[in-house]
């Protein structure tokens, strides 16, 4: 549960306010003080002598400015540029001191009034409330709010606090690019995050075949206004304050959020530890729903191509000792080429249609219960929020789902011209959006998972996209009052809320995954599984290999327990050479990485699939896949009992970066993709660059011993030295003495392939 909406206004009654230099300190409860100098240029609050949150001394804690940001969006790529008219150069504070205040553990908020000059023309008047909840009494929740009624003076508000040099920060979602997010302005707003985000030349030929496709290094289909520092100092918005925001960390001594809004809410914490703070953290969100037992067993087979090619390559994929747990068939709805103008081979797209091809899968249901029935191998599809027009498919259609839901306004319209709101996404992919404030649409969306979607023996599906909700001026929802700006952050959630509903008519709902790679503050309670997004299919920091491990680590730190990275990747690029195809080296490290990174073990083929080597392509791959799966399903149960302690109860996630145990040392805090602990037992080292048979490794933490499992070998923490990683070994540690027995199945796997070459 979290607090309604206590922050709105009208629930103060004024019971005094204190001249500012009458009094210097306020109780707020549960031994939090809030403290002011004389002229109130300082505010300070601490909880039992310990200070969580204070001011810059002689600089103004609120400010405001004028203008509308403005938002250029074309598929999905949305790039925003800050305006800031006439921002506000001075505060004054007027009033001070305790008011009764709905929700706080005393009944009692303190609340500072006061004005801001210097906006241009205009003063702006402000007010800021402090108060401990009385549903999360271990924290501060607070209100800003400056009031623009008789201007457009203030458009946004500015909130800035006191930092150090030696405070770094993370979380803020799914962040690619980045370990510590010190020195960065960070935006929120979810959005495609673009194929390259700097890597060249893939950012500069997807940047020439549409706008700002190629993204940047701080696009991302979830970004959460979270964070946690290595000071264990938390900060986060309230699920309702949904307008675009920046986080801007350059200032070593000073913290900024833009807010895009003039009234917003948060909460401020000290956690004793950075594992604590995400405890904090989702006991406010909520905590990921429970992963099913199965996804522990196997790999879960990414695959397309209709169902003969499915039975094929289980049966060889069987026949090399692949644990195959489950095959996601995405292509279940049916596929179309699509140009890129960039490459001379077209890219496989889906049909947003919601119902199985008729030449593909012409028996979805019976097919899907004869591969559980014969080999206990389940079946994921796929899903998103679109609606598209399938008038020109060639193999027709039972449905045509976009004309239904145009006729009954079910989804997000055009004012301009009082139709829907098309979403475009590459040639001859026409669609609207599901229109998720009208319940009409909800409850008919509903009706469409249930009758053509979970009817079949499906045991969950890919619940894609929920980043692209147009915010232009004419965009028009069912609700009237809605602000489309406003709005779109909030998406990401309300889509994955929608899938939590309807699962509560779904028998095998609780026995299924549902994955997603965009969220919003508290979707994690509706999701229980998240996936790292469409990575470019080669070894890239900001888009490749390596950034699906960065945003891993991010994404846990901002509550999101349960992830894991796409096998392969995703996204065919193109270089001056030509296509850069997968290899099979690249395959078969980012199959290990998977092995002892991720929840849950899944492959992609890819958007060109018959360029990009595959498990099934040959002998070789297909025993370099088993035998990762095998690895990954090694770790079961050690993965099983940090999900059912550490990540149920406490919300800590499966991958941990190395800040999280060591926040005071600078090498830890400044690793992104390079390493990351397994839980508190295993520091994992995987190997991300081509060609490579070792792997430089830095050892966290003075006096920590690190034993490596293939050697023996013990290493020291606060040294860095190479380690041996040859293909099917990656650098993989025990860290002091194992605490329990769960991992004694992969060291027998271990034992038992130490010898095992693989081919390459």
């Known amino acids: 549960m979290?607090?309604?909406?206590?922050?709105?206004?009208?629930?103060?009654?004024?019971?005094?306010?204190?001249?500012?230099?009458?009094?210097?300190?306020?109780?707020?409860?549960?031994?939090?003080?809030?403290?002011?100098?004389?002229?109130?240029?300082?505010?300070?609050?601490?909880?039992?002598?310990?200070t969580i949150w204070d001011t810059v001394p002689g600089r103004g804690f609120i400010s405001a400015s004028g203008g509308e940001d403005t938002v250029i969006d074309a598929n999905g790529n949305f790039k925003i540029e800050e305006v800031n008219e006439h921002k506000c150069t001075s505060q004054q504070i007027t009033t001070f001191g305790p008011r009764l205040w709905q929700g706080s553990v005393n009944t009692h908020a303190v609340v500072i009034q006061g004005e801001l000059t210097g906006c241009g023309n205009a003063t702006v008047p402000f007010s800021v409330a402090f108060w401990v909840p009385s549903q999360f009494p271990d924290r501060i929740a607070f209100t800003a709010h400056v009031n623009n009624s008789s201007s457009k003076a203030a458009t946004k508000l500015f909130f800035t606090y006191r930092s150090s040099p030696s405070e770094d920060f993370y979380g803020l979602g799914g962040q690619a690019s980045f370990a510590t997010l010190k020195n960065q302005t960070v935006p929120i707003f979810s959005r495609e995050q673009g194929v390259g985000r700097g890597d060249q030349p893939t950012t500069k030929f997807n940047n020439e075949d549409s706008f700002f496709a190629g993204g940047n290094r701080f696009t991302t289909y979830t970004a959460i206004p979270q964070y946690i520092s290595s000071h264990s100092r938390v900060f986060h918005l309230t699920e309702e304050s949904t307008a675009f925001t920046t986080f801007d960390f350059t200032d070593p001594n000073a913290v900024t959020v833009r807010y895009g809004a003039p009234r917003v809410g948060g909460y401020i914490m000290q956690a004793e530890s950075m594992l604590d703070g995400i405890t904090m953290v989702t006991d406010y969100t909520g905590r990921m729903p429970e992963l099913p037992r199965w996804v522990d067993s196997g790999a879960i087979v990414g695959i397309q191509g209709g169902q003969e090619k499915v039975v094929r390559v289980v049966d060889r994929g069987l026949a090399h000792s692949c644990p195959i747990a489950a095959v996601w068939l995405q292509d279940w709805s049916g596929t179309h080429q699509q140009s890129v103008s960039y490459m001379t081979l077209?890219?496989?797209?889906?049909?947003?249609?919601?119902?199985?091809?008729?030449?593909?899968?012409?028996?979805?249901?019976?097919?899907?219960?004869?591969?559980?029935?014969?080999?206990?191998?389940?079946?994921?599809?796929?899903?998103?929020?679109?609606?598209?027009?399938?008038?020109?498919?060639?193999?027709?259609?039972?449905?045509?789902?976009?004309?239904?839901?145009?006729?009954?306004?079910?989804?997000?319209?055009?004012?301009?011209?009082?139709?829907?709101?098309?979403?475009?996404?590459?040639?001859?992919?026409?669609?609207?959006?599901?229109?998720?404030?009208?319940?009409?649409?909800?409850?008919?969306?509903?009706?469409?998972?249930?009758?053509?979607?979970?009817?079949?023996?499906?045991?969950?599906?890919?619940?894609d996209f929920g980043e692209y909700t147009p915010v232009y001026p004419d965009t028009q929802f069912a609700d009237r009052d809605i602000d489309p700006f406003f709005y779109h952050n909030a998406y990401p959630r309300e889509w994955a809320a929608l899938h939590h509903w309807i699962g509560k008519s779904v028998p095998q709902f609780k026995d299924s995954i549902l994955f997603h790679r965009s969220a919003s503050m508290s979707a994690n309670r509706y999701q229980n599984l998240y996936w790292a997004g469409d990575q470019a299919i080669n070894w890239g920091m900001n888009d490749g290999i390596k950034s699906s491990v960065t945003i891993m680590g991010h994404m846990g730190l901002s509550g999101y327990a349960h992830g894991h990275t796409e096998i392969g990747g995703y996204t065919t690029t193109w270089d001056s050479n030509g296509v850069v195809n997968r290899s099979a080296e690249l395959l078969g490290r980012w199959g290990e990485l998977a092995a002892v990174s991720s929840s849950v073990f899944r492959t992609h083929e890819g958007n060109v699939p018959q360029v990009n080597a595959q498990s099934y392509t040959n002998s070789s791959t297909y025993a370099y896949f088993s035998y990762n799966a095998r690895l990954f399903a090694s770790l079961g149960k050690y993965r099983r009992t940090i999900l059912d302690t550490e990540s149920k109860k406490l919300g800590w996630p499966v991958l941990r970066m190395p800040c999280i145990y060591h926040p005071g040392d600078s090498k830890a805090k400044a690793i992104s993709y390079q390493s990351f602990y397994l839980g508190a037992d295993l520091y994992v080292a995987p190997v991300l660059d081509p060609g490579r048979l070792s792997v430089e490794v830095y050892f966290p933490g003075k006096g920590e011993t690190y034993t490596h499992v293939w050697s023996g070998k013990k290493y020291h923490g606060g040294q860095t030295t190479e380690v041996p990683a040859p293909y099917g070994k990656p650098a993989v540690f025990i860290v002091g003495s194992p605490k329990h027995k769960d991992l004694d199945d992969f060291l027998e796997f271990v034992r038992k392939e130490n010898r095992t070459v693989m081919p390459m």
Not at 21 to 48: C, E, P, V, Y
Not at 445 to 455: A, G, I, K
């Open 346 to 463: 077209n890219v496989s797209r889906l049909w947003w249609n919601w119902e199985n091809d008729a030449n593909l899968y012409p028996t979805w249901n019976n097919f899907i219960q004869t591969l559980r029935d014969r080999h206990n191998i389940r079946t994921l599809s796929y899903i998103n929020p679109f609606i598209a027009n399938v008038s020109t498919k060639a193999d027709g259609y039972r449905s045509n789902l976009y004309l239904q839901a145009t006729k009954g306004g079910l989804l997000i319209k055009n004012a301009t011209t009082n139709g829907t709101s098309i979403i475009s996404s590459g040639p001859g992919l026409d669609a609207g959006i599901v229109d998720l404030t009208n319940p009409a649409a909800r409850s008919w969306f509903r009706n469409v998972m249930l009758n053509q979607v979970w009817n079949a023996n499906i045991s969950g599906f890919m619940t």
């Open 2 to 50: 979290h607090p309604s909406n206590t922050w709105f206004w009208a629930c103060v009654a004024l019971s005094s306010t204190a001249a500012i230099a009458s009094q210097a300190t306020w109780d707020l409860g549960k031994g939090f003080l809030l403290t002011a100098d004389d002229n109130a240029n300082w505010l300070s609050i601490t909880q039992r002598g310990r």
